[in-house]
């Protein structure tokens, strides 16, 4: 059972450097989301999608832009890294309209030079 | 806007004792959805349990239980006889019920050291 994949794992970055964080899920599920999450704060969320070819803004979204071209990727792009963009990001997905349980990846560690 | 607060950032306890993790949180819809999650060392999330605005029953599992207070806009969430493995960072959220998806807003997390 794959659930929900990120890739890379790990990434070190030099400001202004641009990535592309990629997230699939193979349970067909409707909704995903990218999340970052920084001591202290829990995790917050960046954008999220409610279906392939959708994308809206969370509570964090600047600095960053995503795509969902396949119902089952969610890309998280970073045009032009920053430090305060250090964190781990985790993307979820769950299934259909209902608030139900969120699967998250394993996360993927970023730093920023 | 929504808002959930974990006061405790840390708590240490021994094996065998019992922890109480607060979750407080605020919120202007009648209907939302209340969750915790756990991060183990390991860094996943898990889910633990999912609750909503209008069930306040008391939740117990296996050694974990619930509290949901509505009128003190409380969830809080107890490990009895806790262990070694109960170790990790737990998050409270909140995510609204009218939105479409599931835009969970997370405490600050109270990480619990069990100590052998």
């Known amino acids: 059972n794959a659930g929900v994949t990120q890739t890379p794992k790990f990434r070190v970055l030099k400001t202004g450097q641009s990535m592309t964080l990629l997230c699939a899920q193979d349970m067909n599920h409707e909704y995903m989301y990218w999340y970052r999450q920084d001591p202290g704060m829990g995790l917050r969320l960046i954008h999220y999608s409610v279906g392939e070819g959708t994308t809206a803004k969370g509570e964090v979204p600047d600095g960053y832009n995503v795509s969902r071209l396949k119902k089952q990727n969610f890309l998280l792009g970073l045009e032009s890294a920053a430090p305060s963009q250090t964190s781990v990001y985790f993307c979820?997905?769950?299934?259909?309209?209902?608030?139900?349980?969120?699967?998250f990846g394993e996360g993927s560690r970023l730093t920023v030079l | 806007a929504q808002k959930v607060t974990q006061a405790q950032t840390e708590i240490s306890v021994v094996e065998k004792e019992d922890v109480t993790l607060d979750c407080v949180y605020e919120t202007r819809d009648t209907t939302y959805y209340l969750f915790w999650y756990k991060q183990p060392p390991s860094g996943e999330l898990v889910f633990l349990i999912r609750?909503?605005?209008?069930?306040?029953q008391n939740e117990i599992s296996g050694r974990y239980s619930w509290n949901f207070q509505k009128s003190t806009s409380s969830f809080n969430f107890t490990i009895t006889a806790s262990q070694v493995v109960d170790s990790a960072v737990y998050f409270c959220?909140?995510?609204?019920?009218?939105?479409?998806?599931?835009?969970?807003?997370f405490g600050g997390g109270t990480r619990v050291l069990v100590k052998p």
């Open positions: 979820a997905s769950n299934k259909d309209r209902g608030v139900g349980e969120l699967f």
């Open positions: 959220a909140l995510s609204p019920g009218s939105a479409a998806g599931n835009k969970l807003t």
């Open positions: 609750r909503n605005s209008f069930d306040e």
